[in-house]
């Protein structure tokens, strides 16, 4: 089987846009991003990766969280992702916005210009990797194992590897607000059907789950 | 965790009924069932278990045969899903309907009073076990290694489960096709909503994916 790379739970505005474009230690997804909204849809199912209570719902959306990690075996994210830095790295204590437990329970590959060595908190280990998309998703799928890579963005980052033609499937949500700027995924999800085959399933939660696969 | 007993991927008619009264070995649907119009839905996905040849779509239905095995650790399914013997078993040598690489790779238990030896498929084994479903599913969760049991089917056996409350999660396909008679599901979808919640989502391939889970 091919190892596929996928776009999983990826959300965004209803105008598109996936991250404020000045993020900080304070403000992870930038100004004018409340990210208890956008992620509300995900953080009320049973399978949200980050619940800390039992219970959650078991409907539609559910199958999109509990699919996170499901033949999953590394991720690749950009360096925002990661955290706020930018440029060389100062401080090597700040091991990124993830905590001690991180979601992802794979080899994570972070894409950086600036070297730093690669560490491992809990079953997640964070690399950093300089080089073009397809260099980074070669070493990706080399360490997973035969599965599939997740491309978790950020916006900056998805883009890139659509442009070199990388990415196999996307899953990503519709959120209901408008925000009017920010980093943007797409002026309309339109703008991906010459390439790929898109169903749209509106979500009872407010969510427009949008799913692309290849041509 | 819990370990929930699930139903998934169940297919019924539009007036819901999941099998014909009359199997047999040429029919092990029954007569009026073709289960190439039924299961339709589940064989165009990229990830239907019995899938022989690449390609498939990567869609809403997807998501619900990829989520087949996910978290399960052991099936429950009634003797008319394992074959359509009736009475003492007669022929061990017929070993199912499932052939030399049942899809389940987990052990599964075939409701029966009619002792006969476990036998291993692949990566398969069945057991073949007397009881009420309580005491069935005991065995099923002692076998599953802390994962979920997949309470396979058909009609009558997840009749008698739900009677026992003993169903976690249920989901059922209803596929736009009218059977008349048969063995019924429910007379509708609602009988379950005083226990269950219910969301119903179309999709584009013409089924309707109903997921119930536990209130």
Same mark, same amino acid.
């Given at each position: 089987?091919?190892?596929?790379?996928?776009?999983?739970n990826?959300?965004v505005?209803?105008?598109?846009?996936?991250?404020?474009?000045?993020?900080?230690?304070?403000d992870?997804?930038?100004?004018?991003?409340?990210?208890g909204?956008?992620f509300?849809?995900?953080g009320?199912?049973?399978?949200?990766?980050n619940?800390?209570?039992?219970?959650?719902?078991?409907?539609l959306?559910?199958? +999109?969280?509990?699919?996170?990690?499901?033949?999953?075996?590394?991720e690749?994210?950009?360096r925002?992702k +990661?955290g706020?830095q930018?440029?060389?790295?100062?401080?090597?204590?700040?091991?990124?916005w993830?905590?001690?437990?991180?979601? +992802?329970?794979t080899?994570?590959f972070?894409?950086?210009?600036?070297?730093?060595?690669?560490f491992t908190l809990?079953?997640?280990t964070?690399?950093?990797?300089?080089?073009?998309?397809?260099?980074?998703l070669?070493?990706?799928?080399?360490?997973?194992?035969?599965?599939?890579?997740?491309?978790?963005?950020?916006?900056?980052?998805?883009r890139?590897?659509?442009d070199a033609?990388?990415?196999?499937?996307l899953?990503?949500?519709?959120c209901?607000?408008?925000?009017?700027?920010?980093?943007?995924?797409?002026e309309?999800p339109d703008?991906?059907r010459?390439? +790929?085959?898109l169903?749209?399933?509106?979500?009872p939660s407010?969510?427009?789950h949008h799913?692309?696969?290849?041509r």
């Amino acid at each position: 089987m091919a190892q596929l790379l996928r776009v999983q739970n990826f959300t965004v505005s209803s105008d598109g846009i996936g991250a404020g474009a000045d993020q900080s230690l304070e403000d992870p997804f930038g100004s004018g991003i409340d990210p208890g909204t956008m992620f509300a849809w995900a953080g009320a199912t049973a399978s949200w990766p980050n619940r800390t209570e039992p219970g959650g719902s078991r409907g539609l959306d559910d199958y +999109f969280t509990r699919d996170f990690t499901h033949d999953i075996g590394a991720e690749i994210m950009g360096r925002n992702k +990661f955290g706020p830095q930018r440029g060389p790295w100062q401080d090597h204590e700040w091991r990124g916005w993830w905590g001690d437990e991180p979601p +992802f329970h794979t080899p994570v590959f972070v894409m950086t210009h600036h070297e730093r060595p690669s560490f491992t908190l809990s079953d997640t280990t964070f690399h950093f990797v300089g080089g073009d998309p397809a260099t980074v998703l070669d070493r990706a799928r080399g360490a997973a194992g035969g599965k599939d890579v997740r491309l978790g963005g950020g916006v900056t980052t998805i883009r890139e590897f659509l442009d070199a033609d990388l990415v196999d499937t996307l899953h990503v949500a519709v959120c209901p607000v408008k925000l009017g700027s920010g980093l943007r995924l797409w002026e309309s999800p339109d703008d991906l059907r010459d390439r +790929f085959h898109l169903e749209i399933v509106p979500s009872p939660s407010g969510v427009t789950h949008h799913l692309f696969w290849r041509r």
